[in-house]
DNA sequence: GCATCAATCGGACCATCGGTCCGTATATGC
DNA sequence: GCATATACGGACCGATGGTCCGATTGATGC
């Protein structure tokens, strides 16, 4: 009745420890090398305290994940073009794939270790859908013709952190975003009802600037 | 120098036993239901066996998935065309989708089992090396303006084994390959040089007869 | 048949992991 | 300060993948 009562302090500061010891463990060994007694001892926590505020390993993983991407959200929901409404499709899509392909290069181990957490259950992973129906809805407006939720699992697939990681070779590390978008031209270009409508390549040139809002380089 | 001993009778049967159980756990639980303990308990042999005989957990599913797509490699390689060499590209690739996609379906649980597994070293795996290298090889005969190394990926990345499950409704249990199919005419569809050199839509129906050697439906 | 010997077997054993539980400590609101 | 809800921590659990080594058994030469 009262309102619920705020967090407690030491809960919030703990969430941040536990965080951020996930992140270190995520950096300094492979995905594998984060099991939450580390991590619980790593933020000097309980592992009680980590399930309590995470739920399970993917949740963990999962949150960390959700941080990561959280001003992607924002922007393709709220955010000015060409990645928020407003844009033509096409370019939001082009917009969308470039930051979603950034995030994924920066953090394709966290990446894997999640699917890796969710195994079954990654399609029903909160962001997962999110992405898929930002997708899909762009590539129904571009493509009526075409079957766009298959279209966006196809995409989205290729997100796979472990691919990321195979194709990312050490010296060009946007390597993956440049294939992506090519990949995604392939579907958008010269569509069956308007031939030729657009012969020009807009795509395999991305602008300078990078990094829309990710953040944390 | 007298020529290595042939394998054991005793192993020989073993080894049946195992990849049989093995089919049996994942067929009537899901993929986390094959523990190496259940499935050396119903095969009637220890521990011990199944990890001189496969080496790991990744290996027992590997093992099973190289029996069940045995068949279309060889079909691949040396078999009748569309399939085999000697048709043109587009109808290979067209063929190789279809048959892959079938497989995909007859085993989408032993797949993500597989892939949940090998985690990282997907991408190292002899089965997805043979079956990107021969994507590869067609896409980069039918487009070679274009990136077939990573197009490759993409396409072989939609056939993950939950991505299959979530995408396969009850009652349509082809709708995945059709999917596939329509996709992969995407890519081949109206070259960037060429433009309209076909029109015409030879994707997306399949025909009728199935399962081109994978047997054991 | 039988002896020999290496290949194979089997299951006890181990470290580790994700996850649970509950007695204890403490931040917060009054 | 006090009462109380909340969060803490780490012992504990069952299960799992993987290892090891003494016991067993199939093949081979005679």
Redesign the pocket.
């Known amino acids: 009745m ?1 309102g ?12 941040r420890a536990v965080l951020d010891a996930t992140e270190r463990l995520l950096a300094e060994g492979g995905g ?10 790593l ?11 995470f ?6 993983l999962q949150a960390l994940l959700e941080e990561r991407s959280r001003a992607l959200k924002e922007a393709v929901t709220h955010g000015p073009p060409p990645l928020g409404p407003g844009a033509p499709a096409r370019e939001r899509l082009s917009a969308f794939l470039d930051a979603l392909g950034a995030i994924a290069e920066d953090n394709a181990v966290l990446m894997s270790a999640h699917e890796q ?1 969710c195994a079954e259950n990654k399609y029903a992973d909160p962001s997962y859908r999110f992405w898929h129906r930002h997708l899909s809805t762009l590539l129904g407006a571009e493509r009526p013709d075409l079957d766009a939720e298959f279209l966006a699992h196809g995409l989205l697939a290729v997100f796979d952190g472990a691919l990321v990681r195979h194709l990312t070779p050490p010296g060009d590390p946007h390597r993956f975003t440049r294939s992506v978008q090519q990949l995604a031209g392939l579907r958008c270009q010269t569509s069956g009802r308007s031939p030729l409508a657009s012969a020009a390549p807009d795509v395999n040139k991305r602008p300078p600037a990078r990094r829309p809002g990710s953040g944390r380089c």
């Open positions: 009262a619920q009562r705020a967090e407690r302090a030491d809960a919030v500061r703990n969430r594998d090398h984060v099991s939450l007694d580390r991590v619980a001892a933020a000097g926590v309980g592992k009680g305290t980590v399930f309590r505020r739920g399970s390993r993917a949740g963990l957490a």
